[in-house]
């Protein structure tokens, strides 16, 4: 399978071991990930807030770019996802193409309109195949029980996006249980992560972030996993803000969706990037065997 | 016709007497319904036939009156509204527990003081614009295409449900609710009110930028009324009355100008963008933990390949914004 990889602002910078966990996994999983450094970011929901014209041009020229390349997208961040979905949507409507095709056309750019953008969740679920997965496990994750977060945008306008469902999605749990994991169902699982207000007042980000921490543990999670780096962010990064913030003592190992996948694939924690994250995954890493057959 | 095929279901119904219970219990109470059977119809059999205790609100039946809000398997909705064959083609059984963010009065019956305090605060009725007086004796005509602007928001049945499922009302009381918030929009964009500005300025440093864009108001809507969308529209038309002012809007703009440079986002310089140097120093000791972690926040990105193209968009379509 080949695919256009949008990696996203954060997977390039901050959240790097998002980047290296989808390169291993795509790597064994024969997956040819075609970049372009023309891609620029989605914007965030931030730049749709100051000014949603704009936003939906800067990302009708980023499906612009992979439908030239004759590919489809593939996003491995919620909110990447989201806003390039919802550009996607918006462009439908008469009324916007009229004001971005003309500045489209000043640029040398035309949007036809060819192109999906899939999250790698779906492309794993869906186009990959969860048996096809399921066989190339070298180290079950047996006993370690996993609440997936699924992050707000890869579900949610539900009718605008086109999602499996806005408050019941079970292709993230599909996903888990084919790796050997369990996965864990609990309220917060399709809640916020408080991201968005992390820069307009932490302490309310800090709770929301606590509160679905808090959810995962009480449901027996002994990790968290995103499909959003953004989200990790919130669960990870900010954790002891979180804790700080509830006054209570939080330890949760926050995977991203394909550190989940690679560990589960043989790759070796250094190779998955996670000595990165602010939360020690050690515990979750216990719970789980060594690989099968050494890499 | 031939009657339709019932299936056995458990309703786990939430009761609780707060002058009477010291905490609060799941009832269960088996009933043999016809898959299509709402919600509501279910609770008022296990009122009328098993347990006359119940306490629930209701009007219609109708989906038009907004009474019976209330969470079904974690999703706040109408009884009325919501069938109990897929509940329990789903879960296996039917869990209804009263509405989210708002204390419970008994069983499924909360108290909505706070959500209709949040609304009145927004002065929800149009304001005459002095120099524009409305005519006394005969109707103020709009036209389609006026109504046609705000042709969403008047749908909304106030039965607060985007209220109970919003993650920002659950976490801080200064964010007044998906519901007020769209109403706002609705007298925002008439163009019979003379308060348009007024209330632009007043919402802007009170609590409009604590929106998540969850869009959970959205989904939870019975009528479409769509808020997240409508909060969205006031961001946008809050900067442009009276540019940044808070922390929100100093990072939606700040982030805007952010990847004009490179076209992708420069972390370090949003820090900057959005707080002032006070502020800034005191992200500082979480700032070094994740720097120690994730050294690359303080590298600025090497700018896209097309940056000239980026350029242009913002030339075109947010320049002309601004004059």
């Known amino acids: ?295 | 016709m031939a009657a339709a095929t019932t299936i056995s279901v458990p309703f786990d119904v939430y009761r609780f007497d707060p002058t009477k219970d010291r905490a609060p219990r799941y009832v269960r109470y088996n009933l043999d319904v016809a898959p299509h059977t709402p919600v509501l119809t279910a609770l008022l059999r296990i009122r009328a036939e098993v347990d006359p205790g119940l306490t629930l609100r209701y009007s219609c039946r109708s989906a038009i009156c907004g009474s019976c809000a209330m969470v079904v398997n974690s999703k706040s909705r109408l009884a009325c509204q919501t069938q109990v064959g897929p509940e329990f083609e789903r879960h296996g059984r039917v869990v209804v527990d009263p509405m989210r963010n708002m204390p419970v009065l008994r069983d499924l019956v909360v108290e909505m003081g706070s959500f209709w305090g949040n609304y009145r605060k927004l002065e929800p009725h149009l304001i005459e614009d002095p120099d524009r007086p409305m005519p006394k004796d005969t109707p103020t005509v709009m036209t389609p295409q006026q109504v046609d602007a705000f042709y969403e928001t008047p749908r909304c049945i106030a039965c607060a449900a985007c209220y109970s499922a919003c993650p920002a009302v659950e976490a801080d009381p200064e964010f007044p609710g998906p519901m007020s918030l769209a109403k706002l929009y609705r007298f925002v964009v008439d163009p019979r009110d003379g308060g348009t500005k007024e209330r632009l300025l007043k919402i802007q440093p009170n609590g409009l930028w604590l929106c998540l864009r969850c869009h959970l108001c959205t989904e939870a809507c019975p009528k479409d009324v769509r808020p997240s969308e409508r909060i969205r529209d006031l961001k946008e038309m809050a900067i442009a009355v009276q540019g940044a002012t808070e922390h929100g809007s100093k990072h939606a703009i700040g982030f805007k100008d952010n990847i004009r440079a490179k076209g992708l986002l420069n972390e370090a310089r949003l820090i900057r963008q959005t707080y002032n140097p006070l502020e800034a120093v005191s992200l500082l000791p979480q700032a070094a933990r994740m720097v120690r972690k994730k050294p690359e926040i303080l590298k600025a990105p090497k700018a896209i390949d097309g940056i000239e193209e980026v350029e242009k968009l913002y030339q075109l379509l947010d320049e002309e914004k601004k004059s």
């Open chain 1, 1 to 295: 399978m080949r695919i256009a990889y949008y990696p996203g602002c954060v997977a390039q910078e901050s959240g790097r071991e998002l980047d290296m966990a989808t390169r291993w996994v795509a790597t064994a999983l024969g997956i040819e990930l075609v970049e372009s450094p023309r891609f620029s970011c989605c914007g965030s929901g931030f730049v749709d807030e100051a000014n949603m014209i704009l936003n939906v041009a800067l990302n009708a020229r980023n499906l612009a770019i992979a439908e030239a390349q004759g590919l489809d997208i593939l996003t491995v961040c919620s909110t990447c996802q989201g806003m390039l979905g919802l550009a996607r949507h918006k462009l439908n409507d008469p009324a916007i193409r009229a004001r971005v095709d003309p500045a489209l056309a000043q640029i040398g750019v035309t949007y036809k309109g060819t192109v999906k953008v899939r999250h790698l969740l779906s492309v794993l679920t869906e186009e990959y195949g969860l048996a096809t997965i399921a066989k190339r496990v070298r180290r079950p994750l047996t006993g370690l029980k996993v609440g997936a977060f699924y992050g707000c945008h890869l579900l949610r306008p539900q009718a605008e996006l086109g999602t499996e469902s806005a408050e019941e999605p079970h292709a993230f749990e599909d996903l888990i249980t084919a790796l050997g994991a369990t996965p864990v169902m609990y309220r917060g699982r399709v809640m916020c992560c408080g991201f968005p207000v992390l820069f307009v007042k932490e302490p309310t980000a800090n709770r929301i972030a606590a509160h679905q921490i808090e959810d995962a543990a009480a449901h027996g999670a002994d990790a968290m996993a995103t499909p959003c780096p953004l989200c990790h962010i919130s669960l990870d990064s900010f954790q002891n803000r979180a804790a700080a913030e509830v006054g209570r003592p939080l330890h949760m190992p926050v995977f991203h969706l394909p550190q989940l996948v690679g560990l589960a694939l043989g790759a070796s924690p250094e190779q998955l990037g996670l000595p990165r994250h602010l939360v020690s995954v050690d515990s979750a890493l216990d719970k789980i065997g060594p690989v099968a057959v050494p890499t």
